[in-house]
């Protein structure tokens, strides 16, 4: 894993609590080196797990301008949690996802690592793992939806739809929240469809069904208090979905291929922030909640000690039926139920130490010397 000099920065940052902080990061993930940034709010200190959300580019855009765009840090400070920003690989000289689009990138295996890698560094409630996205990012959120439904509780697209083979391969296995954000005046993602992408009102349809919910939207005109951003927005929501499941849609009438309220490029909704909106649906739902709780990777207390280590490592804790050392890219090096781990021939460098206990597990880093 290569590290950049912001995470010296976020590591000093953190010893004095001065700040909030974007780290960016990599992971080796299909032979090739994937980076991400996420955001890290001041008031994170690691004794408490906190949600992650995915906010995924669009096409042609990065992780950087995403951060910048959607603007969540304000809402991420206050609500606290972390932020994660992934970048695409380029397809056809352009930066992609592969959302139901058949390019040879698995990006699904990426974000799905992501998690886990990110869950070894930070303290992550993995009981609240969520995706957004704009454009191409909200088909891959889709995507996460129907292909990640053990890791990823609920998901936003925001001006990003399904393609036709996305949703005729879709099987997510169980009710997925999504929250849907469109503009009727979308020229990049047609509201109506197109030949690459389904109707809103079908995605839209699709999920609703999918989830069990009540054939008729619950219907409110969001105010229009912005009279001057050439639109205006209706919220729907369909609710009384399996084990509680959702589905919200916004319908930014006039609008473009936009984020609302945020920085006005083309016909921007500035009546409502989809940021928050995202935030205040993703928060409603956790993962126990639709797939039961032994099936939600927990985390047990456990220490490790020494570590680093050099002959031998103990595991302390209760009811642990096994412990394995692995390397950095998952390959099972020991693996026993005895407390005690002869570390003797392990080369010196950074591992993996995975405790199990029952349902439960903790993954921890170990450094050998």
Aim: with cysteine; charged share 15%; proline share 5%.
């Amino acid at each position: 894993m290569k590290r950049n000099l912001l995470l010296s920065l976020f590591l000093l940052s953190s010893m004095f609590s001065i700040s909030q902080v974007t780290v960016i990061d990599s992971i080796m993930s299909g032979g090739v080196y994937r980076n991400y940034r996420i955001y890290v709010p001041a008031a994170y200190n690691g004794s408490t797990a906190w949600p992650l959300i995915f906010n995924i580019h669009g096409y042609t855009s990065n992780a950087s301008q995403e951060q910048l765009y959607t603007n969540f840090g304000p809402i991420a400070d206050t609500a606290h949690f972390l932020m994660v920003y992934p970048n695409a690989t380029v397809y056809n000289g352009q930066p992609t996802w592969n959302s139901g689009f058949g390019m040879p990138v698995d990006d699904i295996g990426f974000l799905s690592r992501l998690i886990d890698s990110l869950d070894l560094t930070y303290n992550i409630d993995l009981n609240r793992v969520y995706s957004c996205g704009m454009s191409n990012g909200g088909y891959m959120s889709h995507t996460l939806a129907c292909a990640l439904s053990d890791k990823i509780t609920a998901v936003a697209s925001v001006t990003g739809t399904m393609t036709p083979a996305q949703k005729a391969s879709c099987n997510p296995g169980r009710a997925v929240p999504v929250m849907q954000i469109h503009g009727t005046n979308d020229g990049t993602v047609p509201f109506y469809g197109s030949a690459y992408s389904i109707a809103i009102d079908s995605v839209v349809k699709y999920w609703r069904v999918n989830n069990g919910c009540n054939p008729t939207a619950l219907y409110n005109a969001v105010p229009n208090i912005n009279t001057s951003d050439g639109c205006t927005a209706d919220h729907f929501v369909y609710n009384g979905g399996i084990m509680g499941s959702s589905v919200e849609f916004y319908r930014i009438n006039g609008g473009g291929h936009t984020w609302p309220f945020t920085y006005p490029i083309g016909v921007t909704c500035q009546d409502f922030n989809a940021s928050e909106k995202i935030w205040l649906f993703f928060r409603k739902y956790s993962l126990s909640q639709f797939v039961g709780l032994s099936e939600v990777t927990a985390k047990i207390n456990v220490n490790v000690y020494p570590n680093p280590a050099s002959e031998y490592v103990d595991v302390e804790g209760d009811e642990i039926s096994l412990i394995t050392i692995a390397d950095m890219t998952r390959r099972v090096i020991i693996s026993q139920s005895e407390k005690h781990v002869n570390t003797s021939a392990l080369p010196p460098g950074i591992y993996l130490i995975i405790i199990d206990s029952g349902d439960k597990r903790s993954v921890k880093k170990l450094v050998k010397i």
